[in-house]
C-alpha cells in the first residue's frame, strides 16, 4: 500500500478563520512533508518531519504551523492566512535515510481558497 | 546547487504516437532520480525511479535511463494514449540531501485522439 490521504479535499476560509490540514500514512515512513504547490508550477517545500520532530523549515511564515502528533499523521493548523496562500497543498511521506530509496509518495492534496 | 532542467510544454501529441520529454539535471555526488505524473486536480504520483547509474525506471509503458556521462533523465513512452494527457515532472534527490526534491518545472502533455 503506497497511499497518503488528505483531508480535507477542498478548504475555504476567510483570513480570520483557523482550520487544519490533516495528512495519514500508513507505509511505516518516518519522514514526513508539507508543500505548497500555486496552478502551473512545481510543487515547493514547507516542512519536514523526520522522527516526529520537525527538522526542516523552509522560512515559511508563521501563520502556517506544522504538528506531527504521531509517525502517521501530520497535521497543518492554519491562522490568519492572505489571499494569497490560496494553492493546492499536499503531503508526502519516505523512508528514512538508510532504509534504501527515499522517493516521496504524495497524497491528492487539499485545494485551499483564502477569501 | 541542484537543479533539473526539463523541456517546454505543453507538448501536444496523437494518439499511438512517440513520446519524448528531455530531462537534464545537476548534483552533486549521486542523485536518484524521479519522474512524477500529476493529473488534472490530483496529487503526484510517482512514475518510475533510477537509483544508480545506467538504470533503467519503468512502469505503465513509460521508461527512462540514468545516463550520467550526459546527466540526463529523460521519458519515452512509445505509444501514447489520451489518459496520459498529464504534467509530467522530472526531479532529483542529491545524495547528501536526501530529504530536499529538486523539481523541474514541469512539462504537459496533451494527447488528442
Known amino acids: 500500500d503506497t497511499e497518503v490521504t488528505q483531508t480535507p479535499k477542498h478548504l475555504v476560509m476567510g483570513m480570520t478563520n483557523k482550520k487544519s490540514l490533516k495528512c495519514e500514512q500508513h507505509?511505516?515512513?518516518?519522514?514526513m512533508y508539507w508543500y505548497k504547490q500555486k496552478a502551473k508550477k512545481p510543487p515547493e517545500l514547507m516542512f519536514v518531519?523526520?522522527?516526529?520532530?520537525?527538522?526542516i523549515n523552509e522560512s515559511v511564515p508563521s501563520r502556517f504551523s506544522p504538528e506531527c502528533p504521531n509517525s502517521s499523521l501530520l497535521n497543518l493548523h492554519l491562522h490568519a492566512l492572505q489571499p494569497e496562500d490560496s494553492a493546492l497543498y499536499l503531503c508526502?511521506?519516505?523512508?528514512?535515510?538508510?532504509?534504501?530509496?527515499?522517493?516521496?509518495?504524495f497524497g491528492p492534496g487539499t485545494r485551499l481558497t483564502v477569501t | 546547487g541542484d537543479s533539473v532542467t526539463q523541456m517546454e510544454g505543453p507538448v501536444t501529441l496523437s494518439e499511438e504516437a512517440f513520446l519524448t520529454i528531455n530531462c537534464t539535471y545537476t548534483?552533486?555526488?549521486?542523485?536518484?532520480l524521479f519522474w512524477y505524473v500529476q493529473y488534472p486536480g490530483e496529487g503526484l504520483q510517482l512514475l518510475l525511479k533510477?537509483?544508480?547509474?545506467?538504470d533503467k525506471g519503468s512502469n505503465k509503458g513509460f521508461e527512462a535511463t540514468y545516463r550520467k556521462e550526459t546527466t540526463s533523465f529523460h521519458l519515452e513512452k512509445g505509444s501514447v494514449q489520451v489518459s496520459d494527457s498529464a504534467v509530467y515532472f522530472c526531479?532529483?534527490?542529491?545524495?547528501?540531501?536526501?530529504?530536499?526534491?529538486?523539481f523541474g518545472t514541469g512539462t504537459k502533455l496533451q494527447v488528442i485522439p
Open positions: 508526502a511521506s519516505s523512508q528514512e535515510k538508510g532504509a534504501g530509496s527515499y522517493e516521496q509518495y
Open positions: 507505509m511505516g515512513h518516518r519522514a
Open positions: 518531519y523526520s522522527y516526529e520532530k520537525l527538522s
Open positions: 548534483a552533486t555526488g549521486y542523485p536518484s
Open positions: 533510477a537509483t544508480k547509474a545506467d
Open positions: 526531479a532529483l534527490s542529491s545524495s547528501g540531501g536526501y530529504q530536499k526534491v529538486t
